[in-house]
Every structure is written in structure tokens, then in C-alpha cells.
């Protein structure tokens, strides 16, 4: 098939490249032209593992395209995907203007029926809105075409969004009409080689209310553990057993149920708020909702509190070395991650950061701390720890796994270890010699 996908953002880009794996001829466009250029010659913006070489292959098989001008390629095209960003407004919603723009385009450029796919995470009635933005534009230039809007929603995961798209777990196509169903389960069957039972077809509405349920379902998941990993600390258990003990029984499963200091990223943080947002727009308080994201607000915190009760108030003279800025790993992405919070408590109060991450140092430096004077970066793990006070995991990235213990004892000025991830056990820690501090056991 021949498809548009407008925005080069994370579920743009990827989503676009897979779909040109697939055998799709697909052409990807995004108003920012030195985006465009760069990827024309293979330069992605975004760190994710596998995306660079396969943005290569498909741009020279000449199955991928990039350009800045959507229509000279509407008019090709059978599916248009809207993969723009849909950033959080300041009252939590998610910001639609966007969306709208790219809807209002294609209005003004829409030269025979054309199926529109919501591809970026919208909240419930978007598709309405879309459609009338196209419908408008339509009307005002007096041309009547039978265009259809579907919402597909994304279910990437960064750091695993190639395998995810290409072996997805399910995928869900709203539509209320059957002829665009048909043509959206044509373009995604390649995907299933067997069963067709995961890819979901229901109504445009309850697609859109899908995405937000489940990534909420999933935060839900995280608060709730992280508020048994702070009552286990208070009535001396072991979350790390308790998680255990409980995960094995398949109605609750172990996924998404480890303890930590906190989610971070561009979904949970924003969806959690916005489907809180949805819910009291139509006049009912999400209560649980809102629960989950109190808690992982003062969760983010955690890791700074245990070091403020170990260290004291007033951290001036001391310096911490942080291993992880990422949300999680194999990605560079700190949106919200739970390192901007810590490090800011920390330097707030007279601390030095001595940072190491293995993606997203340059993230931290530009973006996300650079207002801060009293954070360094460093090459390698190891490096951080001269002179340091303590370490303190933030991110658990495979390199921080398994570390030289000696050498960690050895370079920090006392062997004190703050870990946000539980990452190690702590009955060794104690035998190697450390102070370790966890999340969900007291010391
Ligand atoms: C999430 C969902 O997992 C994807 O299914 C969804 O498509 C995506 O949002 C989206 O809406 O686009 P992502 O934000 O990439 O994906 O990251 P996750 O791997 O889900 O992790 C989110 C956060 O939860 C991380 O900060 C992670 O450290 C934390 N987490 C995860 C925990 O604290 N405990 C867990 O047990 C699992």
C-alpha cells in the first residue's frame, strides 16, 4: 500500500519504517526541514535500538521517503497516518492543536477518499474532531470526498518499539465503517503470521479510550507497588519477596510490578493525567486515578529522602555519584524520569552530582539540568565515583548490573549505596561491605 505518515517524532518514525519493512511504500513527513534532510541521510533524531539501520535499508530500497511536503504525496496515498505530538496542555489534557493542523491540511490537499488514521495517543472524541477539521476544509474549497477516520493506537515501548511493531502483542483498529476495517486489516495481516484473534477491530471511541486505559492500567500497577514497597520499609518486609510471592499467581502476573522510584517517560506521566482529565471534563472525580499519580510523584522523591535521612539536611560538602538519568534503559529519553527530580533535591540542598548514563548524558546536559551549576558529567561508571559520598542507581541499564564491587568500595570515600531499582542482593551487599539502601526493605 502506499502510505503518509505526518510526524517524524518516536511513533511517527518508527511506525513508518516498519510499515516500509513490511513492503509498503511509505513517505514520512514533518515541517522541520534540517529533520528531514538528516534522515534522507539516514540521521535519526532518537536513540532506539535496530531503527537507524533499518531507516537506512528502507531509504535505500527507496520503500522509505522523507519530505516536508505532504501534498505532493496525499495524493498517492491510500492511509494517512497523524503521528504528531499531542504534548500536555497546562490544565493535564492532552494539547490537540497539532492534530488539528495536520487534520486541517489534509483537508486542503485531500484530492480522493483517503482513510485518516489517529496514530497519536488522542483522548476520547478526537476522531470527531478530525474529522470535522478535514470536513471544514472541504467544504470551504466546495469538493465533496468520502474520506474515513480510524483511530489505531500505538503501543510502543522505547527501547523495544521495533519489536513491538513488527511482533506486536495486539493491535487495535477502531473504525465504524467496514470497508476502512477491511482495508487496515489488510495492512496490518503481514504482522500476524498466524493467529488474526490479537489484531482487534471495535469502534472508533472505544480504540481511543484503549490506549489511555491501558497505559494507566500499567501505572496503576507501578503506584501500587511502590506504596507496598513503602508500607513493607515501615512493618519490615521484603517487597522484593512479597512481588514475588504474589506474581506467581497468574491472575496478578509478574510484569510491571517491581518496586522502584517511580515511572517516568512521554506516556504514563501525560495519559494517566490526561484520562483524569477526560474523566472530570465529563463531570466524574477519578479517584484512583489521581492516586496513582500523587504516589508517583512523592515515589520520584524516594531515593532523595533516603539520602537526606542518612546524610542530613544540608548536603553542602557532599558530593553523590549518579548512576542512570534515563527514565529506563536502552533509551535517551529523561522525560519526567524520576533522576530529574532526585538530583535537583539534591543539589538544591548544596550536593555535587557526579552523573554517568549511557545515553542520556547529552539530554541531561542540554535539556533537563542544564539550569543546574553543581552536576558533572562523566565517561564511565567508575569515573563518577572519585571523591563520592555515596552512589546512587537511578536507571537499571544492564552495565550497572553486575559491577566490580571492589573497585566501588574502594573509589567512594564510604561504601554507602542508594539504589532506586533494586538491582542487588542485599544480603551480599552487606557481606561485600556496604550500607545499602533499597527500595521497599529497610536496612
Ligand atoms: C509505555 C507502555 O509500556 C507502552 O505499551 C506504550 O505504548 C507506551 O508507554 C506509549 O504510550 O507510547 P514506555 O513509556 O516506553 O512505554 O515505557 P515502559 O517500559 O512502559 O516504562 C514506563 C516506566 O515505568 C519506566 O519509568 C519504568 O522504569 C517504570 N516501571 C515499569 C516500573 O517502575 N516498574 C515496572 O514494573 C515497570
Not at 537506512?56 to 495524493?75: A, C, D, G, I
Not at 506474581?247 to 510491571?256: H, P, V
Request: hydrophobic residues 40%; glycine residues 6%.
Amino acid at each position: 500500500m502506499n502510505l503518509t505518515v505526518i510526524g517524524t517524532g518516536y511513533v511517527g518514525l518508527v511506525s513508518g519504517t516498519c510499515f516500509a519493512e513490511m513492503g509498503n511504500t511509505v513517505t514520512c513527513i514533518d515541517i522541520d526541514e534540517k529533520k528531514i534532510t538528516d534522515l534522507k541521510e539516514g540521521i535519526i533524531p532518537i536513540y532506539e535500538p535496530g531503527l537507524e539501520a533499518m531507516v537506512k535499508r528502507n531509504v535505500q530500497n527507496k520503500t522509505l521517503h522523507f519530505s516536508t511536503k505532504l501534498s505532493n504525496h496525499l495524493e498517492k496515498c491510500d492511509i494517512a497516518f497523524i503521528a504528531v505530538g499531542t504534548p500536555m496542555g497546562e490544565d493535564g489534557s492532552a494539547d490537540l492543536k497539532y492534530v488539528i493542523q495536520v487534520a486541517s491540511e489534509i483537508g486542503r490537499c485531500m484530492t480522493h477518499p483517503v482513510i485518516v488514521v489517529d496514530k497519536s495517543t488522542v483522548p476520547v472524541g478526537t476522531a470527531d474532531k478530525v474529522k470535522k477539521a478535514i470536513q471544514d476544509e472541504l467544504d470551504k474549497r466546495k469538493v465533496s470526498i468520502a474520506f474515513e477516520v480510524v483511530s489505531n493506537p500505538e503501543f510502543l515501548k522505547e527501547g523495544d518499539a521495533i519489536n513491538d511493531f513488527m511482533k506486536p502483542d495486539r493491535v487495535v483498529i477502531g473504525s465504524n465503517n467496514e470497508e476502512a476495517t477491511e482495508k487496515m486489516r489488510a495492512l496490518y495481516a503481514p504482522f500476524f503470521r498466524s493467529s488474526m484473534d490479537r489484531l482487534i477491530t471495535m469502534d472508533v471511541r472505544s480504540a481511543e479510550m484503549t490506549k489511555y486505559v491501558a497505559n494507566a492500567m500499567l501505572a496503576t500497577k507501578i503506584s501500587f507497588m511502590n506504596e507496598i514497597a513503602n508500607i513493607c520499609e515501615l512493618v519490615d518486609a521484603d517487597v522484593n519477596k512479597v512481588r514475588i510471592g504474589i506474581g506467581s499467581d497468574s491472575r496478578i502476573g509478574y510484569s510491571f510490578i517491581y518496586p522502584g522510584s517511580g515511572y517516568g517517560g512521554s506516556c504514563f506521566p501525560k495519559d494517566v493525567k490526561a484520562l483524569k482529565k477526560t474523566a472530570e471534563e465529563h463531570g466524574y472525580k477519578a479517584e484512583l486515578i489521581k492516586s496513582v499519580e500523587d504516589v508517583n510523584d512523592r515515589q520520584k522523591l524516594v531515593i532523595a529522602k533516603k539520602v537526606i535521612d542518612r546524610f542530613g539536611e544540608d548536603l553542602k560538602g557532599k558530593t553523590f555519584a549518579i548512576w542512570g538519568l534515563a527514565f529506563k534503559p536502552e533509551t535517551d529519553d529523561m522525560r519526567e524520569a524520576p533522576a530529574i527530580y532526585t538530583i535537583n533535591e539534591l543539589v538544591k540542598r548544596g550536593a555535587r552530582i557526579n552523573a554517568y548514563d549511557p545515553k542520556a548524558m547529552e539530554e541531561a546536559q542540554h535539556f533537563y539540568l542544564k539550569d543546574l551549576d553543581n552536576v558533572f558529567y562523566f565517561r564511565s561508571k567508575y569515573e563518577t565515583l572519585n571523591n563520592a559520598d555515596a552512589m546512587i542507581l537511578l536507571t537499571e541499564w544492564k552495565e550497572f548490573r553486575s559491577p566490580d564491587f571492589d573497585e566501588l568500595k574502594t573509589q567512594l570515600n564510604q561504601p554507602v549505596v542508594f539504589d532506586g531499582r533494586n538491582q542487588y542482593n542485599d544480603q551480599l551487599m552487606t557481606k561485600r561491605g556496604f550500607e545499602y539502601f533499597q527500595i521497599g526493605k529497610s536496612t
